[in-house]
Each structure stands twice: as C-alpha cells, then as structure tokens.
C-alpha cells in the first residue's frame, strides 16, 4: 500500500478498473478488505485493522476470531475430497517422421513457483538455465554433445537451448523446465489441453531436437528488450 506519485497501490489498481470498464468506488484499503470478508466464510472476521496490527491465519471467523494456528485442525473445512473416475482420453498429439521426440517439461524443487516475475533473486545460483535433457542415445543420432546449443522444435514452435546428455530420460523422451524466460519453452507446447480442467498439455510434445549455432533471433531480441526494461535510469540530483 505505499504511494507511488502520489497514488497508494490500491488506488492504481482502482483507477485501471475504472478506465476498462469494471467500476469500483472503494474509499480506503479497509473497504476492500471488509467486501473480503463479507463473501467469504473463511476471512469473515479478518479485519483492515486486524492486518495492520499482524498477520491473520485463515480461517478467521467468529469461532477463531483471532485465526486459526493450523489450517486444518480438526477435519478439512469442506470435507474429505471427492474423488470421481473419468474415462482416459488419448491426447491427439502424435510423433512421427518430422517430430519423432516426446518433449515433457516440469519444474525443479529449487525453483518451484519463484523466479516468475524478475528472476533477480538469489535462487538463480541453483539453476542458471533450462537445460533439455536427452537420452544418449537420441543424441548420438543426431551428433549433440554435452553442453551444445539445440534447436527445440514442435508444430507450435521451436527455442533453443543447451542440451545435458543423461540416461534420466527414457529413448524417444526430452525434458526440461521452464523457469527462465528466455528460454520461453511454451512456446513449443501445442494448444491442446484437458477436457475436464482445461489445463493445457504441457507434458505431451511431438518435437525434433539438431544441433544450433546459439539463440535464436526472437531470444536474442527478447533478451536485449528484457534489459533495456530493467535499465534504471540515474535520478536527477538533489536542488
């Protein structure tokens, strides 16, 4: 909530839903917090005035009004979980003679779920780049050391990136994360995704993998433009 030209964070966020259409006439942080607390059950005895003072453990209403130490004390809040069996649906993404490969991505314990904004923290240390793990077999069919640059490339795209030769990764199977941005490895992903969640397919790519010079020209001018938006221009001096 710290002003920023004159204007707290949830003014700026007011004013852009107020320009695209969306109206909102929240006086103070306090009001917003209250609405929070009208529509939902669990945060019904949070309070702008509760926060200011320390932080609240949900649920937070009128049987713990001061919060809850554990979430789940003394059973789930809306019961056990309700499994249902759905029929397997086969994907419609196929490997042949153009993408022989099944591309997988996923991510690295260090890594899980920071990095998505900036990657200027200190975890970067952990893991410096996406790699695209192959088997080595697959490698030496397509004269890739350890270490090279690769061009990855599916029916939806293609990137580059270096390859680590390892037997972690089954014949006919590549792997990599996608934490880093210049990487931009959803870019090989295809759109297909699940019936049920609509959770799109990320683990299931047709993909060929050969030996590249280096980046690409879309990373290439991505990284220059990524570089030049975190430049920070020096602040006129002091009067």
């Known amino acids: 909530m710290q002003p920023r030209n004159g204007m707290a964070d949830w003014e700026v966020t007011q004013a852009i839903s107020n320009a695209m259409g969306y109206r909102m006439d929240y006086g103070h942080p306090s009001e917003i ?3 929070i607390a009208r529509t939902t059950p669990t945060f019904s005895g949070v309070t702008y005035e509760k926060l200011a003072k320390a932080s609240v453990q949900w649920p937070c209403n009128d049987a713990a009004p001061d919060g809850t130490p554990i979430m789940h004390m003394n059973g789930f809040v809306r019961g056990k979980g309700n499994f249902v069996i ?3 649906v086969p994907t419609d993404e196929k490997i042949g003679p153009r993408f022989p490969l099944l591309l997988t991505t996923g991510r690295i314990l260090s890594q899980y779920n920071v990095g998505a904004q900036t990657r200027r923290t200190e975890n970067v240390v952990w893991h410096g780049e996406d790699v695209l793990e192959i088997h080595p077999h697959d490698a030496e069919e397509r004269g890739i050391h350890d ?5 990855l490339q599916s029916r939806a795209g293609d990137t580059t990136l270096r390859a680590k030769i390892t037997e972690r990764v089954a014949p006919g ?5 996608f934490h880093h941005p210049l990487t931009q490895v959803n870019v090989v992903t295809t759109d297909y995704s699940d019936w049920a969640t609509n959770c799109p397919e990320y683990k299931v790519t047709a993909v060929q993998v050969a030996p590249s010079n280096g980046p690409s020209d879309w990373q290439t001018h991505y990284r220059a433009l990524s570089e030049e938006s975190r430049r920070i221009a020096p602040a006129p001096a002091a009067e």
Request: net charge negative; aromatic share 18%; no cysteine.
């Open 33 to 35: 917090m209250a609405e």
């Open 86 to 88: 759905t029929e397997f």
């Open 147 to 151: 270490g090279n640059w690769v061009r």
């Open 173 to 177: 199977v590549v792997y990599t994360t």
